[in-house]
């Protein structure tokens, strides 16, 4: 039988629609080719300031492709994704925080700590950090030079420099790796994180250049191999930060009965002898040092009223700004207690429910409305999220936690999107499922440790 007219002619229009749209895409994505090999060629001028030469960009960018996998990126034709969060903020505590790891890490570490005993107490010395805290960031950075860094930085840098959500800095990342290079860094050691940290203990190329040490004396800054380099490196960026010598970072705390969350706030500040005063009592019983009874300290409580309680002391702070993160803080702090003699968090984390990325957005928005919430929109459970969902919860006589779940928010949005709201709970999404990825594979190499 012939085909009908009307099909054939519905046939070629379809065909001729479906080449239109494969050239129109293959037209689109040699234009951006273009317009990045034109980015790249742009950067010579300021490159050669940095006194690259030209031998070594050609080296590093010929043939360089974009790496349009890397998270944070915005792609002309592409909807944009919500950012994706780090591990630290995707993961509940007790997901970030597992026991295990925390364990076969201190072990690990207190190995290292005796067969390195001799350049960490010369690291102490002249920096003033101790041997625990550099080995803990170490560990949790590469589990101690296990975890192999999967990326090219010069590529992961060039591609956020040109799509990504912070052009400029990762523009100046870049030149700056590419200067690397030009002094003498192998470029098989140039590899990165997704954010394209380098080494042992994570330096950005800027941060190579403020703080990295050569402190075993064979005249460069080795933060690949050298283990007194990249600890020391790590040690010089806390004490850059701030570090107090002879102070500590935090006390876990056993908090009173009924305590208001919402005190949990960085700009609440009292006296450890005023907060032992008011009834809070350090966890297992410990001893707080008698330097530290008038030092200021404020209250975190990371997972609302279901896990640990802290009083968290200026080293806290230094240690964040390594990575700004609290439940980084605390894997690095813990780690790090524990090499020196000290044990696991007192009082367990309870099982809560990280929310998506899109409904904490939703919620910070709401309450950010409400006037409760002034930090950025970012989709993360963080500690300014946290209190000014407390302050909501105590203004409408809701339980007070200060953690957010879809019900607070089916509360917030109105009961006819309760349902909706609880069954986006525990879907794993594409945006925050991949981000874990990199922790996971960190995660694998601390598990071999043991």
């Known amino acids: 039988m012939m085909p009908h007219p009307i099909r054939r002619w519905a046939s070629a229009i379809a065909a001729i629609a479906l080449a239109v749209m494969t050239l129109a895409g293959v037209s689109s994505s040699a234009s951006a080719e273009d317009a990045f090999q034109a980015w790249l060629q742009s950067m010579w001028p300021e490159a050669e300031k940095l006194g690259v030469s030209r031998a070594t960009f050609e080296a590093a960018t010929r043939g360089l492709t974009p790496d349009l996998s890397l998270p944070d990126l915005v792609i002309p034709g592409r909807p944009e994704a ?46 003033g950090v101790p041997p625990q805290v550099v080995l803990a960031i170490w560990g949790r950075e590469t589990a101690f030079g296990t975890y192999k860094l999967p990326h090219s930085a010069i590529r992961v840098l060039a591609t956020q ?82 570090w107090q010598p002879g102070k500590t970072w935090a006390y876990e705390v056993r908090v009173p009965k009924g305590v208001d969350c919402t005190i949990a706030n960085p700009d609440y500040t009292l006296t450890l002898r005023e907060w032992l005063e008011r009834g809070y009592v350090p966890a297992r019983n410990r001893q707080i040092a008698a330097a530290d009874l008038d030092e200021k300290a404020s209250l975190l409580m990371p997972a609302g009223v279901y896990g640990p309680a802290f009083l968290i002391l200026k080293n806290y702070y230094v240690i964040k700004d390594y990575n700004f993160s609290d439940l980084y803080v605390l894997f690095v702090g813990n780690v790090s207690d524990r090499i020196a003699g000290g044990g696991p968090f007192e009082k367990p984390w309870d099982k809560v429910v990280q929310m998506r990325t899109k409904q904490l957005e939703e919620m910070q928005q709401r309450l950010a409305t409400l006037g409760l919430y002034r930090d950025k929109i970012d989709g993360k459970a963080g500690m300014r999220t946290r209190l000014a969902l407390g302050a909501y919860q105590k203004a409408n006589n809701l339980r007070l936690d200060c953690w957010p779940t879809a019900d607070v928010l089916a509360l917030e949005v109105g009961d006819r999107r309760r349902g909706r709201a609880q069954q986006e709970v525990g879907e794993v999404v594409r945006e925050d499922a991949v981000e874990l990825l990199g922790h996971r594979a960190v995660e694998r190499a601390h598990a071999r440790l043991d």
């Open 82 to 127: 919500p950012p994706r969060g780090q591990a630290e903020f995707v993961q509940t505590p007790a997901e970030y925080l597992r026991e295990s790891t925390l364990t076969n890490l201190a072990a690990h570490g207190r190995q290292l700590l005796d067969k390195h005993r001799a350049t960490l107490l010369r690291i102490e010395r002249d920096l």
């Open 161 to 242: 420099g040109f799509y990504g959500r912070r052009k400029d800095f990762f523009r100046n990342e870049f030149l700056l790796a590419l200067k690397m290079l030009q002094d003498g860094v192998n470029p098989a050691d140039m590899r990165s994180s997704w954010g394209g940290a380098l080494g042992l203990t994570q330096f950005l190329p800027s941060e190579f250049y403020k703080q990295a040490v050569d402190f075993d004396g064979d005249g460069r800054r080795d933060i690949w191999h050298s283990v007194p380099d990249a600890l020391a490196s790590a040690a010089k960026q806390l004490q850059d930060k701030g």
